[in-house]
């Protein structure tokens, strides 16, 4: 019904709804982002786990937040997976839940902005204070009609903090911020709005700082368990994987600096986090060991991952590679499908391509197929990976049932590999034909079959 309405009816017509319904919303639930100094990161990738460290950070400084992202809602104690499948929220829900935070004594809101979101508005009624930008690669290109387009949508997210008002809480003037991942390209697109303070970081040297802020960080090592760097002098150590943590970790510091906290507290926030929902997650049987019981009673181990599209896919892989989860002579069995419901068709084969040339083994099975023909999806994705070199029958399998499909890669497993999952990551449902949601957790899918294994 949802598409057959936006077939026919004019599409200026359609935003001016859109924006009204945002400005209906916020003023219906008495525009809570004005009581709140409100953090809007957008970006590809890294902006859940950058929302959540965010979080972190301010609550070890003594703050209470709330959190909307793709893998979790937070507001103040209360903390739940999000089970919308819906990265930012519908405008009255999410009205909604700020005033929600505000009740419940929250200084800061931290939302994870989506240029889908934007393009339908749900941004319109909410008072932004600090804009991340974390870093740009084609994605929703047949939402957005072209990657310009896309980038367009998220750069409207900054031009409405430049012309919004300054908030005042607490007898005190909230100052505008933006926090920019200068490593990227399109970085100088994000910086080119007048704020009251802009702050940058990255890995590298950059030409685009001038007296600008900068963290950096530097002297990096990938450990098989964790990642070590420093900033400003200070010695990182973190429990997570990744090189794209180093960067949400500088993107979440920038944010707090910006709010007075100091590095001290940003370390000691930081290295207590273990690991991010669905996010780079090994996924553990009952014993404390990474090692489960797979065919032939051997050991290896399972990694669930978001990962959606090839450039975070192919992300992933590289920090596989730097972190060296697999030994040699063991192999990666990979697990993955690909969006359908309107989420761009062309990366379908690239995402087979990426997979054949990294994992040693593939399994395509059902991801969202939405009201797509989930055996289509299936077979454009294996396209990419048979161009690649894979065989069928041989190290390229098909199995639409996901569940079944990993079921297949443990029995495929020996001692020594690895089994990857993407595409779900801590996602709580698969989203099927007419609008139904098959219940699902990725990681709990893992555990029963480990225990019925």
């Known amino acids: 019904m949802k598409s057959f309405i936006k077939k026919i009816v004019p599409k200026s017509f359609l935003s001016q709804y859109h924006r009204t319904l945002a400005l209906l919303a916020n003023y219906f639930y008495g525009k809570p982002s004005e009581k709140l100094i409100v953090i809007g990161v957008t970006g590809t990738n890294g902006k859940s786990t950058t929302a959540m460290m965010i979080g972190k950070i301010l609550e070890e400084a003594g703050y209470k937040v709330g959190i909307t992202s793709t893998a979790i809602f937070k507001i103040a104690d209360k903390e739940w997976l999000n089970d919308k499948k819906m990265t930012m929220l519908g405008r009255f829900a999410l009205q909604k839940m700020l005033r929600q935070m505000v009740k419940a004594g929250c200084s ?264 797509d023909d989930p055996r289509l999806i299936i077979d454009q994705v294996a396209s990419g990976a048979l161009s690649s070199g894979k065989v069928l029958g041989e190290n390229l399998f098909k199995i639409e049932d996901r569940r079944e499909a990993i079921k297949f890669a443990f029995n495929l497993a020996k001692k020594g590999d690895l089994v990857l999952l993407t595409g779900k990551g801590c996602e709580q449902a698969i989203c099927v034909a007419n609008g139904k949601k098959i219940p699902w957790d990725e990681r709990e899918v893992v555990r029963e079959l480990l225990k019925s294994n």
Not at 123 to 139: R, S, W
Not at 196 to 218: I, K, T, V
Not at 324 to 333: D, R
Request: net charge negative.
């Open 108 to 371: 800061y809101a931290i939302i994870e902005t989506s240029s889908e979101g934007i393009k339908q508005f749900r941004h319109i009624g909410i008072h932004y204070d600090i804009c991340v930008f974390t870093n740009l690669a084609p994605e929703h290109i047949e939402s957005h009609g072209s990657f310009e387009n896309y980038k367009k949508a998220k750069l409207e997210l900054f031009a409405k903090l430049e012309t919004d008002t300054h908030k005042t809480l607490h007898n005190r003037e909230i100052k505008k911020v933006i926090v920019v991942n200068t490593d990227d390209e399109h970085a100088k697109d994000f910086l080119n709005f007048k704020v009251d303070e802009r702050m940058a970081y990255g890995l590298n040297e950059n030409q685009l700082l001038g007296d600008m802020p900068y963290l950096r960080g530097d002297n990096i090592n990938y450990n098989h368990d964790r990642i070590e760097f420093t900033v400003q002098g200070n010695n990182f150590n973190l429990k997570l994987l990744g090189k794209f943590n180093i960067y949400n970790s500088l993107a979440s510091m920038s944010v707090a600096m910006s709010q007075g906290v100091d590095i001290e507290t940003c370390q000691k926030a930081l290295e207590k986090v273990k690991s991010m929902p669905g996010r780079m997650e090994f996924v553990l049987p009952p014993s404390s060991s990474p090692l489960v019981k797979g065919g032939e009673n051997s050991d290896f181990k399972v990694l669930v991952d978001y990962a959606p599209e090839p450039d975070s896919m192919t992300k992933l892989f590289e920090n596989l590679k730097s972190h060296s989860v697999v030994s040699a002579g063991s192999k990666i069995i990979h697990v993955l499908g690909s969006c359908g419901g309107g989420r761009d068709t062309s990366r379908r084969p690239f995402l087979g391509q990426i997979s054949a040339k990294n994992a040693d083994i593939l399994v395509i099975t059902n991801e969202d197929p939405y009201d």
